[in-house]
């Protein structure tokens, strides 16, 4: 039996789920990666965890 559906036509007729390439502008998801960071590190300094 001949498989007719090869590994190019399997993945490309899968719907895009939002991977890497698809992401939206980097500047803001790395200000807000490190607004997280500052945050957090703040409250366990206020906390005294440290």
């Not at 939206?24 to 206020?46: D, Y």
């Amino acid at each position: 039996m001949v498989d007719f559906m090869t590994t190019h036509s399997a993945t490309a007729a899968r719907a895009r789920t939002g991977g890497p390439k698809d992401d939206g502008p980097k500047v803001l998801e790395h200000v807000m990666g490190w607004t997280l960071v500052v945050v957090i590190a703040m409250l366990v300094t206020q906390l005294g965890l440290l």
